[in-house]
């Protein structure tokens, strides 16, 4: 196959890695028929999606084939990809608009299988991705979303619906903006063009607690640097899961599928 033999080496050039991003695309189109035996046609918007997964799945593979000390692993390349199911994973992230290049839409992560010997790519869902889909296959579209840390220092109070608020706000104010403390807990806010339907989402330290226990590698949440990126994550997700689903805009397919995958148990994985 000619991403297999070839894509092991790095392209060289722009327009070298563009010839390489167009087989990439063709190849993930040759691999979902052979999968499911359903035709597929992209279109120019999605092979543009699908040649910017292959650059940014470049990327991730050559910077961590650098940095690869373990000589006994196979080598992190194109040639040691399980393809099929990348192609599949690739496909069903493209189906729901997703922009590999867009900071925090999608986190390719390799996993190496210990029965195939090969990378399974993991097409991991960013808090910018998940924000951008939920929002783009609602019922309604919100006006805007606020996602919100709340530290110790601060002063944070919500205010739900009641006999006193017409509908569910809050207070929140910065006291000490260059000392704020550690974080206790987040929000978010959902805005609508009427007020009456916002909804305030309260996520606590034990929700912090619970995705940490459930991520695949504590390894960004023990580094300081990343843990309030990580907490911010948490909420992004926790809100904008309370925005219902429209199944005339979802695409039922590619979203049924990257929901399963999100369920699924990795455990048989080695992280690299």
Known sequence: MTTQNNAAKKPEGKQEIQLASVRFVNEVQRQFVAELGDSLKFSDYEKTLAQ?????????????????????????????????????DTVHRIGLGLDALIPNHIHPIPYLNGRTKQYDIDLRIGYAGKDYCRRKTTYEEPVDIIYQLVHEHDVF????????????????????????????????????????????????????????????????????????????????????????????????????????????DRYEREVI
Do not use: C
């Open 52 to 88: 910017h997964m292959y650059v940014k799945i470049d990327a991730v593979l050559a910077g961590l084939e650098t940095k690869r000390t373990d000589q006994n692993k196979p080598a992190i390349v194109w040639a040691n990809v399980n393809l099929q199911k990348l192609a599949l």
């Open 157 to 264: 109070e919500p205010l739900m619906r009641s006999a006193k608020n017409e509908y569910e706000s809050y207070i929140f104010e910065i006291q000490k903006p260059f000392d704020r403390g550690k974080v206790l807990g987040g929000f978010g806010y959902i805005m609508y063009q009427d007020p009456k339907k916002n909804k305030l989402v309260l996520v606590t330290a034990k929700d912090f607690e619970k995705a940490k226990k459930a991520s695949k590698t504590d390894e960004f949440w023990a580094a300081d640097k990343w843990e309030e990126e990580m907490m911010y994550k948490t909420i992004v997700h926790r809100v904008s899961e309370k925005l219902p689903l429209d199944p005339t805009k979802v695409n039922a397919k590619s979203y049924a599928y990257v929901e399963r995958q999100e369920e699924e």
